[in-house]
């Protein structure tokens, strides 16, 4: 059974920076793209970041933010700098294979408070 299994999130104050992880446990072949999403309280799941051929942003994260991939390790990598309490949320990895199945991974906290 394929899992994503994630780590890196905590409690940080604003201004400083964590990075998120997230292990894919099937083929690397296999992906189309992976994905970093969030849902903060009381507002809808969004899309942070995703990776395929190209990259992309959110709005509210380019020039802070940045997601990477290491196919060897079948990891997914979100690099979370200058973080505001506006980030504050379950932040969620996601894959999207080639033959269209979708995996969410368990999602990690991430707090940014004073």
């Known amino acids: 059974q394929v899992q994503l299994v994630e780590s890196g999130g905590g409690l940080v104050q604003p201004g400083e920076s964590l990075k998120l992880s997230c292990t894919y446990s099937?083929?690397?072949?296999?992906?189309?793209?992976m994905a970093w999403y969030r849902q903060a309280p009381r507002k809808q799941r969004e899309q942070v970041a995703s990776i395929a051929r190209t990259t992309t942003y959110a709005d509210s994260v380019k020039g802070r933010f940045s997601i990477s991939r290491d196919n060897t390790e079948n990891t997914v990598y979100l690099q979370m700098n200058a973080l505001t309490p506006e980030d504050t949320a379950v932040y969620y990895c996601?894959?999207?294979?080639?033959?269209?199945?979708?995996?969410w991974g368990q999602g990690v906290q991430v707090t940014v408070s004073s």
């Open positions: 099937g083929s690397s072949r296999s992906i189309f793209r």
């Open positions: 996601y894959v999207h294979t080639v033959t269209n199945a979708y995996f």
